[in-house]
T-cell receptor
Framework: GENVEQHPSTLSVQEGDSAVIKCTYS??????FPWYKQELGKGPQLIID?????GEKKDQRIAVTLNKTAKHFSLHITETQPEDSAVYFC???????????FGKGTHLIIQP | DAGVIQSPRHEVTEMGQEVTLRCKPI?????LFWYRQTMMRGLELLIY????????DSGMPEDRFSAKMPNASFSTLKIQPSEPRDSAVYFC??????????????FGPGTRLTVL
């Protein structure tokens, strides 16, 4: 089955700086890579996703890059703000209606 | 849109008791997923349904766990008998396979289960 590794487990950055979270996956059949943000006491919420036929996708301050050959993908958050503090999860799946395999999460801390 | 609804939000029970968690997916969604979240193991997929039919239950940890989806608007996850190691947050998520080129799973707020 799929295995997703996520690094780092904790990331502390100064407000206004950029943050990068990296993930690798093992199953070459995976073609869908979402990123979720989870705030304390809430369920994960999708913030951005990418499919394997695209190398990069951007939505305002958030971007995701995918290197399918190397089987890794990354989340980039620019101009970080206090409200970006949360736990971020990457995931991989075969799309369609299959379930997702999640990374262990990154606790992002934005220092004022 | 009310989103995915889960009940109860919190459940405290004693070892050996039966626990039933409930989920109402987003109206019109035809895929439903049950996940478990713990500090040690992160988010794990337990089982998922397409059009009310269980497709993959390989993530269900033991026979003590069972899930049903009697109709498109309701699913249950049952643990019988419960054990302290079942303590976790259980999430339900739903998705519409009818929407073109989207795989977004929408998560509910979760049920925090504590087994004493």
């Amino acid at each position: 089955g799929e295995n997703v590794e996520q690094h780092p487990s904790t990331l502390s950055v100064q407000e206004g700086d950029s943050a990068v979270i990296k993930c690798t996956y093992s199953d070459s059949a995976s073609n869908y890579f979402p990123w979720y943000k989870q705030e304390l006491g809430k369920g994960p919420q999708l913030i951005i996703d990418i499919r394997s036929n695209v190398g990069e996708k951007k939505d305002q301050r958030i971007a995701v890059t995918l290197n399918k050959t190397a089987k890794h993908f990354s989340l980039h958050i620019t101009e970080t703000q206090p409200e970006d503090s949360a736990v971020y999860f990457c995931a991989a799946g075969e799309g369609g209606a299959d379930g997702l395999t999640f990374g262990k999460g990154t606790h992002l801390i934005i220092q004022p | 849109d009310a989103g995915v609804i889960q009940s109860p939000r919190h459940e405290v029970t004693e070892m050996g008791q039966e626990v039933t968690l409930r989920c109402k997916p987003i109206s019109g969604h035809n895929s439903l997923f049950w996940y478990r979240q713990t500090m040690m193991r992160g988010l794990e997929l337990l089982i998922y349904f397409n059009n009310n039919v269980p497709i993959d239950d390989s993530g269900m940890p033991e026979d003590r766990f069972s899930a049903k989806m009697p109709n498109a608007s309701f699913s249950t996850l049952k643990i019988q008998p419960s054990e302290p190691r079942d303590s976790a947050v259980y999430f339900c998520a739903s998705r519409s396979v009818a929407l073109t080129y989207t795989d977004t799973q929408y998560f509910g707020p979760g049920t925090r289960l504590t087994v004493l």
